[in-house]
């Protein structure tokens, strides 16, 4: 049975917990400190008055792209003496960040994202200097926040831990950021080492930065899947979708009825705003506009056979994509006006713009079309906020110059996702972008065809940019000869950091194999690897080791339908378990399930081992789950 126990003594409180085998009535404190829970010291009502004060910083900025609110945790229970190890490289210590949903203007109401498994931090060192003073702000609050019914809370939506547990990561994290040569990297901080109590300002602490520094392995649940909606107050908020209803103003009932004046419809319970057979005019644009930004939560907004002056729909998608709550716009027909009401173009089939935190995707079911480009050139210019761009090459086939002009005007976008860019031009527009700065890749069944694989290499050669490149394609990362010339390159390429390579069919001292170890040995900026299909001998797993303990920059391994020895698959969960391996997922078993298996028809599944760190939970849990994929959704199965 447990028993807790809120204990205050000059401002300071105390949280004591009681493991008991009968029932009894705790009326005194222990004497002692051998309860369960050490207890943490922490002032509330600073911890309270540092982060208010923050945030009225916060709400200052009105184009914040990035939850503003986050804390670290030790991913692992590392014992609280590792601190104090003179011989132990606290930048090596593995942490990850969480996020805090900003549902309430109150700090005491703000939650914690426990849904989310966390994000690794990497470039420990660099990310300290620039958050490391603003960290010992919020977790001083989650300190707080913590408590038994939160815990219990925590425990409805999947994570299972004990509060003795949560209250000893945050311990240590404290004291992490409180030695000596953390705070020293700390000191380029607004905050002042002998003045804690002081809020940073903002204007020193660069909060886009920070996804630069965070772990990702899927871009569309990036941000611990928080929203970003526009409060009432006309402030920015990042909360839960279920979180709506909380933060919306009481007034919603009053705007629906404002916008129906116009002729609108609003579909209250999917949030989606309607524009149906309508000729927009400026003062309805205003009207729309004015409502978005108030308050009024609309998750989707679609026109459906509209008309428009250019100017209008200008402003009007300025507000859409950067002031609004909106992450879905879907345009079916839609006649853009010139300044004398005549028709200068019309976009007559469907385009579909999904926005979630920094990344925005376009598709289209209308090809090759002027007006498809048009279209998407005047959405390009109005994004202020959303940095990562996902497309279909076969969007611009013909009209590739289009695409790098509309690049070129909208300096936001410093990432890339093209899926299917089998086509020189596209990948031409893409490597001779000229105002902005193209820091990320990610080619998606991009390089299949030779004469386009080795073009890419030939652009790579020059570019100055890339920092981290993602490529995805089984059919050309299985040619040794490409993977030879790649590897070449990236050898003496300055920029590229972090790169992802997904490799298939090594076979055990073949040419891919040697290829891969001699770059390891070689090269420090690989950090994502994923093999798929392969015999992994001793020889590459011993490399792996030896890479990721001398370099400390291969941070993530997938292994698909692999051959292991098992005394090799036990080397690298060792370097998980110490933090110096921030994901493995090795995948053994494939199998087809019959047409008529229990899971259903045309299904199929592959069966994860025990060792895969999947559904590793906020504090540190893991589960074994068995996946089935129909119709390619995941679905789990216990």
């Known amino acids: 049975m447990l028993f807790f126990r809120l204990y205050s003594s000059k401002g300071i409180f105390y949280l004591y917990v009681f493991v008991l085998d009968k029932p009894a009535i705790i009326t005194n404190p222990p004497k002692s400190t051998s309860s369960s829970i050490v207890p943490i010291d922490v002032n509330v009502d600073e911890a309270v008055k540092q982060m208010k004060d923050l945030m009225k910083q916060i709400d200052q900025l009105k184009e914040s792209t990035t939850p503003r609110y986050f804390f670290i945790l030790p991913a692992k229970d590392y014992d609280l003496k590792m601190i104090d190890d003179h011989h132990q490289n606290l930048f090596n210590l593995h942490f990850k960040l969480y996020f805090l949903c900003e549902c309430s203007n109150d700090p005491t ?256 079911t209308d090809y090759n079309q002027s007006a498809n480009v048009l279209l998407i050139e005047k959405i390009f210019s109005q994004n202020k906020i959303h940095r990562i761009l996902e497309i279909s ?5 013909e009209y590739e110059q289009q695409l790098q002009q509309s690049l070129d005007t909208n300096t936001m976008i410093t990432e890339l996702i093209v899926n299917h860019a089998n086509n020189i031009e596209i990948l031409n527009s893409i490597f001779q972008i000229k105002i902005n700065k193209l820091e990320r890749l990610k080619l998606n069944s991009s390089l299949g065809l030779p004469t386009v694989a080795n073009h890419f290499c030939e652009l790579l050669k020059s570019n100055q940019t890339l920092i981290e490149l993602n490529l995805i394609d089984s059919t050309v990362l299985s040619n040794a000869d490409f993977l030879e010339n790649l590897f070449q390159i990236l050898k003496q390429h300055k920029s590229i950091k972090q790169l992802h390579l997904h490799i298939s069919s090594i076979e055990n001292s073949d040419k891919k194999e040697n290829l891969l170890i001699n770059y390891l040995q070689n090269n420090r900026s690989l950090s994502h690897l994923r093999l798929s299909e392969s015999k992994i001998s001793s020889r590459l797993i011993r490399q792996f080791v030896d890479s990721i303990e001398k370099h400390h920059s291969l941070i993530h391994l997938e292994f698909y339908r692999c ?23 090795i995948s053994q078993e494939l199998c087809q399930v019959n047409k008529k298996s229990k899971y259903g028809e045309n299904t199929f599944c592959f069966f994860l081992t025990s060792r895969h760190r999947l559904l590793s939970t906020f504090f540190g849990c893991f589960y074994q789950k068995k996946f089935v994929l129909k119709e390619s959704n995941l679905k789990t199965s216990e």
């Open 393 to 397: 090459a076969a969007d611009f086939l």
């Open 109 to 364: 109401g703000l939650h914690i994202v426990a849904s989310s498994d966390g994000y690794s931090i990497r470039r420990l060192k660099e990310f300290l200097t620039r958050f490391g003073q603003y960290l010992q702000i919020t977790l001083n609050l989650v300190n707080v926040l913590v408590s038994p019914d939160e815990l219990i809370i925590s425990q409805q939506i999947g994570i299972s831990n004990s509060l003795n547990n949560i209250k000893q990561k945050i311990n240590f994290a404290k004291k992490f950021l409180n030695k000596p040569e953390i705070r020293l990297v700390s000191e380029n901080s607004s905050l002042t080492q002998n003045n804690v109590s002081r809020s940073p300002l903002i204007k020193d602490i660069d909060l886009e930065e920070l996804p630069n520094y965070l772990e990702r392995h899927d871009s569309t649940q990036f941000l611990g899947n928080l929203y970003r909606i526009i409060a009432h107050d006309g402030n920015i908020r990042w909360i839960y979708q279920q979180h709506y209803e909380i933060i919306s103003d009481k007034t919603s009932n009053d705007f629906i009825k404002t916008i129906k004046t116009i002729g609108a419809e609003f579909n209250q319970e999917n949030k989606e705003l309607i524009l149906n057979k309508l000729k927009l005019t400026s003062a309805n644009v205003k009207l729309i506009s004015g409502i978005l930004t108030k308050g009024f939560i609309v998750s989707k907004m679609v026109f459906n056979n509209c008309s428009i002056h250019e100017g209008d729909f200008e402003k009007l998608v300025d507000i859409i994509f950067n002031r609004s709550s909106i992450y879905s716009l879907e345009v079916h027909q839609l006649d853009i006006l010139n300044y004398f009401g005549y028709s200068k173009y019309i976009y007559g089939h469907q385009l579909k713009i999904s926005f979630f935190n920094n990344l925005f995707n376009i598709t289209s």
């Open 563 to 585: 051959q292991f020895k098992e005394n090799d698959v036990q080397q690298l969960e060792t370097l998980e378990n110490q933090g110096k391996l921030f994901y493995l997922l």
